[in-house]
């Protein structure tokens, strides 16, 4: 496996379930990132993982609950969504933050949430 | 309050012509920025990148032009190829403000053969 991969890529949950996304790197890199994005809008940062850090939390609802267990591998734990938190949700890592940016971010291929 | 703004949802260009993307921010601490490329039912890849120092940046086919002065900056493809139709994005960040990426909507680009 290369780059940033993501399971699974289709999700459909009921709005009492649990469930988990899941994200791994293979290049190395230290900062990972996770984004939504819903229709006709930008991507929205969501939570920022520096070194296994939460470096933001971008005031996401606690119905979302990260996780980054190491540099390679990143958890978005979802519980008791609601419908409108259908979107895709994309992954990302980079190197850095170094002199104070954020590199270039790779992004994974995206999990297409549907919320019943 | 939307910092980063790509105002044409669409774009449509023949094969072979050029193709402008054009983005506007509205913070003036932003001084690195970067565009992106989307393909259906893939993540974003990245594209070229431009410093606030420098007021263009040559990759290839590609060319980002910076206006600091306007808060402007545009992405050439020169010549488009189909194979470019894609989602385009723009993305800003601030060296003082933490650096995160702030993204426009994106343009959606379609080059006709």
């Known amino acids: 496996e290369t780059g940033v991969t993501q399971t699974p890529r289709h999700l459909v949950m009921g709005m009492t379930n649990k469930k988990s996304l899941k994200c791994e790197q293979h290049l190395g890199h230290n900062a990972m990132y996770w984004y939504k994005q819903s229709a006709k809008k930008p991507l929205e940062l969501m939570f920022v993982?520096?070194?296994?850090?939460?470096?933001e939390n971008n005031s996401v609802p606690s119905r979302f609950s990260p996780e980054c267990p190491n540099s390679s591998h990143l958890f978005l734990h979802l519980h008791t969504l609601q419908p409108e938190d259908s979107a895709l949700y994309l992954c990302a890592s980079s190197h850095g933050p170094s002199g104070g940016t954020y590199n270039e971010q790779f992004f994974g291929p995206g999990t297409r949430l549907t919320v019943l | 309050d939307q910092q980063v703004k790509q105002n044409s949802p669409s774009l449509s260009v023949q094969e072979g012509r050029i193709s402008i993307l054009n983005c506007d921010y509205t913070?003036?601490?932003?001084?690195?920025f970067l565009w992106y490329k989307k393909y259906p039912a893939e993540g974003p890849t990245f594209l070229i990148s431009i410093s606030s120092i420098k007021d263009k940046n040559e990759d290839g086919r590609f060319t980002v032009f910076l206006n600091k002065s306007a808060k402007h900056l545009s992405l050439h493809i020169v010549p488009s190829q189909p194979g470019d139709s894609a989602v385009y994005f723009c993305?800003?960040?601030?060296?003082?403000?933490?650096?995160?990426?702030?993204f426009g909507q994106g343009t959606e680009l379609s080059v006709k053969p």
């Open positions: 993305a800003a960040s601030a060296r003082n403000q933490g650096g995160k990426l702030i």
């Open positions: 913070n003036s601490m932003f001084d690195y």
């Open positions: 993982y520096s070194l296994e850090e939460r470096v």
